[in-house]
């Protein structure tokens, strides 16, 4: 059991906002999708929570194509949009009810599970208190309890933690992370990096409604090399001290120049070697094509590289 979604496409006149998209989603894992502005996602999101019909492609649950029956994959899917929706003069409880009649549930079934996931998400004490005195954390958990509350089984989050403080945010992962362990399947749209790590299975970074990186975080991290190394001569590089950096360094085994970033050269390194031996080879290669070195860092590669050079080639 799992969503299929399969060659998506959506143009809108003429931009064409989806050109594509597939992916498989088991029960039990998080899909993260990145992108920025622009390349897809919130299209990619509304198809999959009805709100706008695909111009071809297939969405799958169990085999059971979903793409033409709207009242199916709404039942399937629960949606925390990136804006809060509130009437700020109901109280969670009667939130919660108005969320029930939304979604065509009789209130008196689905009261008992209600008030079990306000408890949950830690709004018990503040049930009858009006969700206009809410902080922004308590109105997302309660955002959160009503995308729960008939049960799904693929929540789909947009930006679910932007603007909340750590506490709030640590909250909120952990209520993910429940919901996958209890068999739920997860789509996050987000732009952190440290979310997206913490969260995802699968990463799939969209450019211009086209696939571009795909894979697990750990293998996107691996790809792009074992080492990323940013490189300054001076203080702001210009056009020849960046070319002449790049010659020095597209000839050395084991280095590919990635790219100029606003001060620094990037570069990926695939050796095995520790940070000590490259931080040694780079300074020295530097020294004996007489670049001078105002700086030099060394890490490995996080999922903003990553994210950073798919979107220029790179990846």
């Given at each position: 059991?799992?969503l299929?979604?399969?060659?998506?496409q959506?143009?809108?006149?003429?931009?064409?906002?989806?050109s594509?998209?597939?992916?498989?989603?088991?029960?039990g894992k998080a899909?993260?999708l990145?992108?920025?502005?622009?390349?897809?996602k919130?299209?990619?999101?509304k198809?999959?929570?009805?709100?706008?019909?695909?111009?071809?492609?297939k969405?799958a649950?169990?085999g059971?194509?979903?793409?033409?029956?709207?009242?199916?994959?709404r039942d399937?899917?629960?949606?925390?949009?990136?804006?809060?929706?509130?009437?700020?003069?109901?109280?969670?409880?009667?939130?919660?009810?108005?969320t029930?009649?939304?979604?065509?549930?009789p209130?008196?079934?689905?009261?008992?599970r209600?008030?079990?996931?306000?408890?949950q998400?830690g709004?018990?004490?503040?049930?009858?208190?009006?969700?206009?005195?809410?902080?922004?954390?308590?109105?997302r958990r309660?955002?959160?309890?009503a995308?729960?509350?008939?049960?799904?089984?693929?929540l789909?989050?947009d930006?679910p933690?932007?603007?909340?403080?750590?506490?709030?945010?640590?909250?909120?992962?952990r209520?993910?992370?429940?919901?996958?362990?209890?068999g739920?399947a997860?789509?996050l749209?987000?732009?952190?990096?440290?979310e997206?790590?913490?969260?995802?299975?699968y990463?799939l970074?969209?450019?211009?409604?086209?696939?571009?990186?795909?894979?697990?975080?750990?293998a996107?991290?691996q790809?792009?090399?074992?080492?990323?190394?940013?490189?300054?001569?001076?203080?702001?590089?210009?056009?020849d001290?960046?070319?002449?950096?790049?010659?020095?360094f597209?000839e050395?085994a084991?280095?590919?120049?990635?790219?100029?970033?606003?001060r620094?050269?990037a570069?990926?390194?695939?050796?095995?070697?520790?940070?000590?031996?490259?931080?040694e080879?780079?300074?020295?290669?530097?020294?004996?094509?007489?670049l001078?070195?105002?700086?030099?860092?060394?890490?490995?590669?996080?999922?903003?590289?990553?994210?950073?050079?798919s979107l220029?080639?790179?990846s």
């Amino acid at each position: 059991m799992s969503l299929e979604v399969s060659d998506l496409q959506k143009r809108y006149k003429d931009v064409e906002a989806l050109s594509g998209l597939s992916f498989s989603l088991a029960p039990g894992k998080a899909l993260a999708l990145l992108g920025p502005n622009g390349a897809g996602k919130s299209t990619a999101i509304k198809i999959l929570t009805t709100l706008v019909r695909p111009d071809a492609g297939k969405i799958a649950w169990d085999g059971r194509d979903l793409r033409n029956d709207p009242a199916a994959l709404r039942d399937l899917v629960g949606y925390v949009s990136q804006e809060l929706a509130m009437d700020k003069v109901l109280t969670a409880v009667e939130f919660m009810r108005f969320t029930a009649g939304l979604l065509h549930l009789p209130w008196r079934a689905h009261r008992e599970r209600a008030l079990a996931l306000i408890d949950q998400l830690g709004l018990s004490e503040a049930k009858d208190r009006r969700v206009g005195d809410y902080s922004g954390g308590m109105k997302r958990r309660l955002d959160l309890a009503a995308a729960l509350l008939h049960n799904p089984k693929v929540l789909i989050l947009d930006e679910p933690t932007t603007g909340l403080d750590i506490e709030a945010r640590e909250l909120i992962w952990r209520l993910i992370e429940q919901f996958k362990a209890d068999g739920g399947a997860v789509i996050l749209a987000s732009h952190d990096f440290q979310e997206v790590q913490h969260l995802a299975d699968y990463v799939l970074i969209l450019e211009q409604g086209k696939v571009g990186a795909q894979g697990g975080p750990e293998a996107l991290k691996q790809a792009l090399g074992r080492w990323i190394v940013r490189f300054s001569s001076h203080e702001f590089m210009d056009a020849d001290a960046l070319a002449a950096a790049k010659a020095v360094f597209a000839e050395q085994a084991g280095y590919r120049v990635l790219d100029q970033e606003v001060r620094c050269l990037a570069l990926a390194c695939s050796n095995d070697a520790d940070m000590g031996a490259v931080h040694e080879h780079v300074f020295a290669t530097a020294t004996r094509a007489g670049l001078p070195v105002f700086s030099l860092n060394i890490q490995h590669p996080n999922l903003e590289d990553v994210y950073r050079f798919s979107l220029r080639g790179e990846s």
